[in-house]
């Protein structure tokens, strides 16, 4: 491990436009940066330089309208929604509200984007000052929002030239405990330790982080490791956004034959914890008792629902007791078979 | 703004135990600790400090059995649940996986939980310190995983003396543009930063940061402000969890008098997309085409639903299709009255 780290910020870095070259910037600022710093550059200026701006009317519906359309444009997909915050993943794979468009630090009439690819844009930084004689790690970080957890920190939307992620798994402890699950993702916190010498109005966009050490790099090193999918992410979706989808779910269980059954066992308490959720509307007068699941390999396990009241009205509260049972089912992973006939409903069971 | 910080590791820590006086622990390895640094100290030295270790077998399902009975205890509600890994939120408000208990650098047959209060454990440290002629502020901090990122940083769990958050709202940049919604979350940063000279498996549990502005602190500052409620928390429940209780909504959607019409206008566009939803069972055979929504002040808009097969097993298909369809409409928060007739089903629908 390091003897300690300084964090110093770099002053004077002045406007930025498009067409700057950042490592003749930074450099001219920082003249003391030195191999084997690592550079944390707030993604603000990265974008400028890259000329990531769109231009916004001043004011006025149009300006909201624009912007809509470029949050619109730089959105892969709407994770949550809440009143006027929308948190979107983007084409790069981010998970920040209003897609990281910015309209802080520019004039009024345009907004800027993230850079097209920060890891791109650090590993050209780095390339750019290495033709300098200056080998130095470069982190682009920018201001993200968490779940559970209020305030934002800085992030490392790019990074090149450092190890992303320091694995702990397999190393042992002083006891003998193998570490099973610490991968710290240390591009994270040197740009969080970058923010705290950094200013959000005193445009001061660069930090330097002396004394870490930057041992066993590699080329392909990036920020992308830590995006994580929304397929294996537990949290790609917004909880309101996911429990409409379960509603919506509710809405599209099929009937009869395109119910396709896995075949796998019933979980017996699964099963009854989906009676328990519906067992205010199967203890009416309008359907009798559900007969005992049978548990077992395959589809053996089922439920037969019939109504008291073979009135029209009856056979109809059937129906619709049937659809809630089977939507409590789904909600435990049981998949239901419904199968009307001239007495009731059977609804046959399987794990999915 | 600061002109530069230091991270600085406290080495020669040295096994903590019960009873253990942290201030004194701590000054002796770090003679050199001074007015206005800020101590970052890993969690689990203080939690061995207090004595919070559960004792535990050492092996065999009786300590997967004893591990278990611990994570209930210290859990306040389960966010989110995949294979081995359960995301819960802990009675203090933190949600982190296994309520943040850790079997690592502790004997076998110990367990650490976190410690009880861990603002309170940062307050008495700091006043400890005080005593000694030491202003300092002090974090408390630990491992956390985040959704949408993969790998872990330190966050604060408890602070004292030093502002947990640094408020940029209300300012104005350069270009005259009020900054909206920035509060960095300082302490979850400092912590981070401490995290870069820490050890995982050497025993190295205590930086300290110099140079960070402590100015503007008062004693009422905590790492609590942090904590989203789940209420509050756009992502409070886990993405599964969030569908799986859609689900049982749509299970629980009561039918008659019960399902409280608040009466608010309905928008027209999302009761297109609840017609969308259940498309494939409404345009069956088995029920005709849904009247025209009636947007209008209150419950006055209306669908009805009727069946071309006047059998008992067309109104059990037809209670079923109106039970979907009112679970479509649930999902894009429109509520429904449903009243089935001898003819078919009324469904009054109203804004919630």
Redesign the interface.
């Known amino acids: 491990?390091?003897?300690?780290?300084?964090?110093?910020?770099v002053r004077g870095i002045g406007e930025i436009v498009a067409g700057d070259d950042l490592a003749e910037v930074i450099t001219a600022a920082a003249p003391w940066l030195a191999d084997g710093d690592v550079l944390v550059v707030t993604s603000k200026i990265v974008s400028k330089a890259e000329g990531r701006l769109v231009e916004v009317p001043v004011d006025g519906e149009e300006r909201d309208q624009a912007r809509a359309a470029v949050l619109e444009s730089e959105t892969a997909r709407v994770v949550?929604r809440?009143g006027p915050?929308t948190?979107v993943q983007t084409h790069h794979g981010?998970?920040m509200?209003a897609a990281g468009i910015d309209?802080?630090?520019?004039?009024?009439s345009h907004v800027v984007l993230l850079p097209t690819d920060p890891d791109a844009s650090a590993r050209r930084l780095r390339d750019d000052l290495l033709k300098r004689g200056l080998d130095v790690g470069v982190i682009v970080s920018d201001?993200m929002g968490?779940?559970?957890?209020?305030?934002?920190?800085?992030?490392a939307l790019g990074a090149a030239g450092i190890e992303?992620?320091r694995d702990?798994r397999g190393?042992?402890?002083?006891?003998?405990?193998e570490?099973e699950?610490?991968?710290?993702?240390?591009i994270?916190?040197?740009a969080?330790?970058g923010?705290?010498?950094?200013?959000?109005?005193?445009?001061?966009p660069v930090a330097v982080v002396r004394g870490?050490p930057r041992s066993g790099i590699r080329d392909t090193d990036d920020a992308s490791?830590?995006?994580?999918d929304a397929a294996s992410?537990?949290?790609?979706?917004?909880?309101?956004?996911?429990?409409?989808?379960?509603?919506?779910?509710?809405?599209?269980?099929?009937?009869g034959p395109e119910a396709a059954l896995p075949g796998n066992p019933v979980d017996p308490a699964a099963v009854d914890r989906?009676a328990a959720?519906?067992a205010?509307?199967l203890s009416r007068a309008t359907t009798v008792a559900p007969a005992e699941a049978v548990p077992g390999s395959g589809a053996t396990a089922a439920f037969h629902l019939s109504t008291l009241d073979?009135?029209?009205?009856g056979?109809?509260?059937?129906?619709?007791?049937?659809?809630?049972?089977r939507?409590?089912l789904?909600?435990?992973s049981i998949a239901t078979l419904?199968l009307?006939?001239?007495?009731g409903?059977r609804l046959e069971l399987s794990g999915t």
């Open positions: 491990m390091t003897d300690g780290l300084e964090i110093l910020p949550a809440r915050t948190i981010f998970v509200a309209n802080s630090n520019v004039d009024r201001t968490r779940a559970w957890r209020n305030g934002q920190t800085d992030v992303p992620i702990h190393e042992t402890d002083p006891y003998g405990n570490l699950i610490t991968q710290i993702a240390v994270d916190e040197l969080a330790a923010e705290l010498v950094k200013g959000k109005i005193d445009q001061t870490y490791v830590l995006l994580r992410d537990m949290f790609g979706l917004g909880t309101a956004e996911a429990r409409a989808d379960g509603l919506r779910q509710a809405a599209q269980l099929p009937d989906a959720a519906v205010d509307y073979k009135s029209p009205t056979f109809m509260h059937l129906g619709a007791d049937a659809h809630r049972f939507a409590a789904a909600a435990e419904s009307p006939h001239e007495d409903i």
